[in-house]
């Protein structure tokens, strides 16, 4: 896929995103790791997305996901930040602390390095909350996608997006 037209298509899904969230008076935050601001980024790309955009977190190491969205060192040290257990932990954090009413987290291993036993390269997990009353709703996904840094990264893009959509 060229550069042009997957900004076009990755355009178009975050307008689609934001419609969604303004029909529903919702607001999205997100809690990044290998997508490093990208969900965000595409999301606020988008003419008036402070209507719909409350904020984000890119957690990268360990240190920030335990100190900025409250993931316990116990769930990073049994389960890895490539984990369910960590997803779920992130998105949660992520609502805790600010007014949206959805949030998505991804981690992952994006390459060319950093593949361990079961986690090979391209392997991504994502979770999707929302509030519903006092209860937090998580829906967890993991899958692996093929390519390069750039395009398992936009491809994890792409999935958070669709899985908000889904919310």
């Known amino acids: 896929m060229t550069a042009m037209k997957s900004d076009h298509d990755l355009r178009s899904l975050s307008v689609r995103v934001g419609r969604r969230l303004l029909e529903r008076g919702h607001f999205l935050c997100t809690a990044e790791s290998c997508t490093g601001g990208w969900v965000a980024k595409a999301v606020t790309d988008i003419a008036g997305s402070s209507q719909w955009f409350a904020e ?3 957690t990268y190491g360990n240190e920030a996901k335990q100190a900025h969205l409250g993931v316990a060192a116990g769930v990073l ?3 890895g930040a490539v984990s369910e ?3 779920k932990a992130m998105a949660r954090g992520a ?3 600010c007014r949206a009413d959805l949030g998505v987290a991804v981690s992952g291993i994006a390459g060319p390095g950093g593949a361990v036993p079961g986690k090979p390269v391209g392997t991504v997990w994502f979770a999707w ?9 998580v829906r967890t996904m993991r899958k692996r996608f093929r390519g390069d840094r750039d395009a398992v990264r936009l491809a994890a893009v792409r999935c958070a997006l669709r899985g908000v959509l889904a919310l």
């Open 56 to 58: 984000g977190w890119i």
């Open 77 to 79: 040290r049994r389960h």
């Open 85 to 87: 257990e960590v997803v």
């Open 95 to 97: 609502l805790r602390r």
């Open 129 to 137: 909350a929302r509030r519903s009353g006092s209860r937090v709703l």
